[in-house]
């Protein structure tokens, strides 16, 4: 499937997340949707997007914005980690999607190499820079699941299901800010 763009309609995806089964990815309840998509719930940097968006969950849900964060991972491996990181309550929900299929169906590819994956300086300078954040929050590598060269994305959809911003990573850096996102809403 080619990837989809501004203007185009998201497919309605329903899925389990870390503590719920059968969930739309927009249902009309909000304005917008946001899915912020990554690796794995073992990744540190992927983790701690999570951790972030959660601790600033009543900022999208002033702008009647809701947030998913779309993971490789399965839901034992989510909830055993938000478990073990004191987390159960996490305020934005991770899907579970172990067989990859909606990063399929988004044609959301990995990087073809580790290199890539850092991407140009830039993009590294920045991923290294979160490095640090994610660090002094004390997140470390959990178990791999899912493709280790996984690219990153991010769609803002809207309550029609019309995509609104649709941004395919080059590199693991190569993603807005919470704040960027906020401001997009």
Request: proline fraction near 6%.
């Amino acid at each position: 499937m080619p990837r989809i763009n501004v203007g185009e309609k998201m497919p309605e995806f329903v899925f389990n997340t870390g503590y719920r089964t059968g969930v739309k990815l927009y249902d009309g309840t909000y304005d917008k949707t946001v899915l912020w998509v990554v690796r794995y719930i073992g990744c540190p940097p992927c983790r701690y997007d999570a951790h972030v968006l959660g601790q600033r969950i009543a900022e999208f849900k002033e702008k009647n914005a809701n947030v998913f964060v779309l993971m490789q991972s399965d839901q034992e491996h989510i909830q055993e980690d938000l478990e073990r990181t004191g987390e159960p309550d996490l305020a934005v929900e991770i899907i579970a999607d172990p067989e990859m299929e909606i990063y399929k169906a988004l044609d959301i590819k990995p990087a073809a190499t580790m290199e890539e994956l850092m991407g140009p300086p830039e993009d590294a300078a920045k991923l290294m820079a979160k490095g640090e954040l994610v660090k002094a929050a004390g997140y470390t590598h959990g178990d791999y699941e899912g493709d280790e060269q996984q690219l990153p994305a991010l769609f803002i959809i809207g309550k029609d299901g019309t995509v609104e911003v649709a941004h395919y990573a080059r590199s693991m850096g190569d993603m807005p800010t919470v704040d960027e996102v906020l401001a997009k809403l």
